[in-house]
């Protein structure tokens, strides 16, 4: 019987399918990871959300007097203040401090110190929660940014819409991630314009129907 032996170029065609469908392997599990991602990112949006609305039930308000949270003041624009824009990463970890180590701040509004939230399992509260490496396990999004909060402060319970412009959301807070790409152009940069960024095309929407303008 004669003994088949593969040519070069046989070889290079073997090879080649094997890189295509490697490929295709590795690229549906990519797609897998993000996917599962924006799920974490809106899940752990449910979980802020709620442990903010823990502390209306209990306090009557969201936000101390001067527009005060986790120590320090926000300024008001539409009757909302929003936290995490610009990417202030120590402000934003002392607001998430006040829902879920009360204990190792002093507090703006949680004086009972009430825990609402679970710090994350790398939180060492002996740290403080802006020292170390506690920001980066304090309620990031799973692209290791802060999420943005938009809370309303004037009882009005409407918010502006940072997705569509000109349009307003009923409630008393919305969140929202800057997805994948880590990027966001802050609300207060150009009104007339951010929905429509480029920068926030992959942003992920905590409300519901929430979706970013093509």
């Known amino acids: 019987m004669k003994k088949h032996n593969f040519t070069l170029i046989e070889m290079l065609i073997v090879v080649g399918i094997i890189g295509i469908l490697a490929g295709m392997v590795l690229g549906g ?15 752990d949006m449910t979980s802020l959300r709620t442990a903010f609305e823990g502390m209306y039930r209990d306090y009557g308000r969201m936000v101390a007097s001067g527009n005060r949270l986790g120590g320090n003041s926000f300024t008001a624009s539409d009757g909302c203040i ?13 607001v998430i401090a006040e829902l879920s180590a009360p204990s190792s701040i002093t507090p703006s ?13 790398e939180y060492d509260p002996s740290q403080g929660p802006t ?14 940014n802060p999420y943005r909060m938009r809370i309303n402060v004037d009882a009005t ?17 919305i969140l929202w991630s800057i997805g994948p790409d880590g990027k966001g152009k802050d609300t207060n940069d150009d009104t007339s314009s951010t929905a429509n960024a480029e920068e926030n095309k992959d942003n992920i929407a905590g409300w519901k129907d929430g979706d970013w303008q093509d």
């Open 109 to 121: 509004l949680n004086r009972r110190r009430i825990k609402y939230l679970d710090p994350r399992p």
């Open 131 to 144: 020292d170390g490496d506690n920001k980066e396990h304090t309620w990031l999004d799973p692209w290791d």
């Open 29 to 43: 599990i990519a797609v897998a990871q993000q996917r599962g991602r924006i799920t974490q990112a809106r899940a």
């Open 82 to 94: 929003t936290i995490a824009e610009a990417s202030a990463t120590n402000t934003y970890c002392n």
């Open 157 to 173: 319970e409407q918010i502006p819409d940072p997705s569509h412009s000109g349009n307003n959301l009923s409630g008393r807070i």
